[in-house]
Each structure stands twice: as C-alpha cells, then as structure tokens.
C-alpha cells in the first residue's frame, strides 16, 4: 500500500490565516512535510526579505516541518516563464532563479515548475521554445543549489503549451536538464483525458510528485465533493510501486479556504484507508 509517510501537508487553501497558524494545523494533522505553496502573505516571490525567509524557518522548526518542495505562485502572478513579452519573461526567470536560492535556504528537495504561457495569438511553438529556455535556465541554477525541480502540465484555460501527459512527456525529453522530474495532478489528468497508467509509463520513477484533487472533472475539489474516481486513481499508483510524494490541492470557488482545516480533515478521512500506516 501507499504509506502515510508519502502523504505531505500544504498551505493550499489556508492563505488566508497567518503561516504560523498554518503550520501549527499541518502539525496537528500529523505532517513533518509540506509543499509550500509561494503565497502572500506566507512567503511569495515579491516579498521575500530575508526577514522574512527567516520567520518562515523558526515556524518550521518551532512545528518540526520541513520543505519538500518550494511551490510560488506562477498561474496568477504577473510571472510568465514563457511570456512573448521579454522583459516580463526575463524578470519571471530571474524570480525563479532567487525561488531555488530560497529552496536552498529552506533545505528544500525540489522546486516546483510549470511551463507558463505564450501569447494566443502567437504559434504555440515559439511559447514552447521559449519555455524550455527558461526552465533549462532555472533548472540548471537549481542544480548548483543541490535543488531538482518539479515540472507540472496545466489545464488548456491555464496555458497553451504543455496540457497533457504526451506533452509534458515530449517536453521533458527536449530539456537539457538531468534534475527536472514530472508532477501528476488528477484534475490536469482528467481534463485531458489521460491516465494514471500513461504517466507511470512515460516517466517511471522520475514520477515524483502527485496533487490529489476532486473534480468534475475539472475544479481541484475535496476528495467527495466531485464525481472522478480517486480510490481507482490511487490504487493504479500503488499498483505501480510509486515512491513519491503526494498531496492536496483543494482550492474549489474559494469556500474551502474558509475553513481549510475542515476541508483537508474530509481529506484525510478519504485517503485513510488506502493508506499503510504499518510503520507508525
């Protein structure tokens, strides 16, 4: 089975509470892991003082959590890695250069990547282009912190050059990065019409990362309060010897982060049974 230990916490839906308040929950909840999602006001990419960066590390240790991955905000920031804008791109690679010093300063595993956007009215090969330049770029810094990244394709309404397995797949083969490993979330799957199967097949163990998400199929949803087949999904996982790290991502119309600890709760009910907790 899947064990509790591959299960790590996340500030997704909980940017409205103050960071400590977020990791004295994620405690509570049994977690010594989190991907931290890069949101004001617990630790985005324009203010990130080293003041602040040292406030985020005592709550850590105070709570004993650490950093699996570092995850900023890059859908709804003005930050765009594929932008046909220059400036705006040269400036969004250059925060994300600083994001892998900060993965560094956390003692985080990994950054965490998505492919940006070209413009519509443009040809979805130069945005591609332009986006393996910049994740090489980043990746390539990363390294030299000791940090890997993420790489996570979006839904079509998010970006219009890597939306599906078959992409992300041809896209990560065309990097010349040796420490880029691939991200499955289940609403992106869905959406797509893809399969757990096809990203096990395609990327093997450097399959690392998976957000656990509802929906309908669309909607990163808690788990119930959509219609896809989540205990299908994660047993097809298990069956294939999956190592890595999961999470949620339940960010719905914006209610659950009213009461996030009540959303994450129903959650972690779900998942329970599918769970190994042998070695606890």
């Known amino acids: 089975m899947l064990r509790r230990e591959q299960l790590i916490g996340a500030n997704f839906s909980f940017q409205h509470h103050p960071f400590r308040w977020v990791a004295e929950q994620l405690r509570r909840m049994g977690f010594s892991r989190m991907e931290l999602w890069g949101i004001a006001p ?5 203010n990130d003082s080293n003041s602040r960066l040292r406030e985020v590390k005592a709550v850590l240790v105070d709570n004993q959590l650490s950093v699996h991955c570092f995850t900023p905000e890059q859908v709804l920031y003005p930050i765009n890695i594929a932008s046909g804008d220059d400036t705006y791109r040269a400036k969004s690679v250059e925060r994300f250069l600083h994001a892998a010093d900060i993965c560094a300063e956390l003692g985080a595993k990994y950054l965490f990547l998505t492919p940006g956007r070209g413009f519509e009215s443009e040809s979805r090969e130069r945005a591609w282009a332009r986006s393996i330049e910049s994740v090489n770029t980043i990746a390539r810094h990363a ?72 929906g309908t199929p669309a909607g990163h949803l808690v788990w119930g309060d959509g219609n896809l087949p989540l205990h299908d ?48």
């Open 42 to 46: 617990h630790l985005d990419l324009f």
């Open 143 to 214: 390294r030299s912190n000791g940090v890997a990244c993420l790489l996570e394709p979006l839904q079509r309404t998010e970006s219009n050059i890597v939306n599906n397995a078959d992409e992300l797949f041809a896209f990560w083969r065309e990097l010349d990065a040796d420490n880029v490993d691939a991200v499955l979330d289940i609403v992106a799957m869905a959406t797509a019409k893809d399969s757990v199967g096809a990203y096990v097949e395609k990327f093997g163990e450097r399959l690392s990362h998976v957000h656990i998400v509802d």
């Open 233 to 280: 999904y994660l047993a097809e996982l298990d069956a294939s010897s999956f190592t890595g790290t999961l999470t949620f991502e339940p960010f719905g119309n914006g209610s659950y982060a009213l009461d996030p600890v009540s959303a994450w709760q129903r959650c972690l009910t779900a998942i329970a049974p599918l769970l190994d907790r042998a070695e606890q």
